[in-house]
């Protein structure tokens, strides 16, 4: 079944093209004007994730995310925003939202945050779970009491101690968790956002390299001469562990 996704947003030219683009994504979407009917319809048929504008009239998104968490729904929600300052990040996190996307925004950085928001409240199937691909499922990460191993590597979590085959590796603390991140979800693409909240614990924004810095020292330790590449870049999205 398709991933439901409930879209609330005033700006007609704004909903209209992303509910077109999200059911193209192969999401089942209810695209509404404000906040009195996001209420209506969550109450009503509640979906699989809310992607709610912050600026509407009568109840905004901010209001709806604080209906919905008093009443106790943990349906993730996604805010699309276009305040950019950090007191108003802060107030739509302290409402209850999930994450949330700046305007102007590229509809690939929705899909991506959706698909986190979807992984990380383990409702990920269809579209949400990775993007549409012909090959083979990923390969499940081998998990053991103490070891964990995907696409040939080898890592103890506990020693903090990891093997590329026979080779070990000397990996520096951000290293050894950002590998550690990558094994345990071996063939899923991770985005920009979550890896940056998993490992660093804030969203620097895509303006900063600093992910990329790290991900050019792990491949300069784990890449060998004629075996594969293992951390594949998603141009827009993320990175992905994988052996091709």
């Given at each position: 079944?398709?991933?439901?996704?409930?879209?609330?947003?005033?700006d007609?030219?704004?909903?209209?093209?992303?509910?077109?683009?999200?059911?193209?994504?192969?999401?089942?979407?209810?695209?509404?004007?404000?906040?009195?009917?996001?209420?209506?319809?969550?109450?009503?048929?509640?979906?699989?994730?809310?992607?709610?504008?912050?600026?509407?009239?009568?109840?905004?998104?901010?209001?709806?995310?604080r209906?919905?968490?008093?009443?106790?729904?943990?349906?993730?929600?996604?805010?699309?925003?276009?305040?950019?300052?950090?007191?108003?990040?802060?107030?739509?996190?302290?409402?209850?939202?999930?994450?949330?996307?700046?305007?102007?925004?590229d509809?690939?950085?929705?899909?991506?945050?959706?698909?986190?928001?979807?992984?990380?409240?383990?409702?990920?199937?269809?579209?949400?779970?990775?993007?549409?691909?012909?090959?083979?499922a990923?390969?499940?990460?081998?998990?053991?009491?103490?070891?964990?191993?995907?696409?040939?590597?080898?890592?103890?979590?506990?020693?903090?101690?990891?093997?590329?085959?026979?080779?070990?590796?000397?990996?520096?603390?951000?290293?050894?968790?950002?590998?550690?991140?990558?094994?345990?979800?071996?063939?899923?693409?991770?985005?920009?956002?979550?890896?940056?909240?998993?490992?660093?614990g804030?969203?620097?924004?895509?303006?900063?390299?600093?992910?990329?810095?790290?991900?050019?020292?792990?491949?300069?330790?784990?890449?060998?001469?004629?075996?594969?590449?293992?951390?594949?870049?998603?141009?827009?999205?993320?990175?992905?562990?994988?052996?091709?």
């Open positions: 079944m398709p991933q439901t996704v409930l879209l609330a947003e005033d007609r030219a704004i909903r209209h093209a992303l509910e077109r683009a999200l059911t193209l994504e192969g999401y089942q979407v209810t695209a509404v004007a404000d906040g009195v009917e996001a209420l209506a319809h969550a109450h009503k048929s509640p979906p699989d994730v809310l992607v709610l504008d912050v600026m509407m009239p009568g109840i905004d998104g901010l209001q709806v995310c209906v919905l968490r008093a009443e106790g729904d943990r349906t993730p929600i996604l805010m699309l925003t276009a305040l950019v300052e950090t007191a108003d990040r802060i107030a739509g996190l302290d409402a209850g939202a999930d994450d949330y996307v700046v305007k102007p925004f509809v690939e950085e929705v899909f991506a945050r959706l698909r986190a928001l979807m992984r990380r409240s383990g409702t990920a199937t269809g579209p949400a779970a990775a993007p549409a691909t012909s090959a083979p990923p390969k499940e990460p081998l998990v053991s009491d103490r070891y964990i191993e995907a696409a040939g590597l080898r890592m103890d979590p506990q020693a903090r101690r990891a093997w590329r085959g026979g080779r070990e590796l000397e990996l520096t603390r951000t290293e050894f968790e950002l590998l550690e991140l990558l094994v345990r979800n071996s063939g899923i693409v991770l985005d920009h956002s979550t890896i940056y909240d998993r490992i660093w804030y969203d620097f924004g895509p303006g900063s390299k600093n992910l990329a810095v790290y991900v050019g020292y792990l491949r300069r330790k784990l890449d060998e001469p004629g075996a594969p590449q293992l951390i594949h870049t998603v141009r827009g999205v993320g990175y992905v562990l994988r052996e091709d």
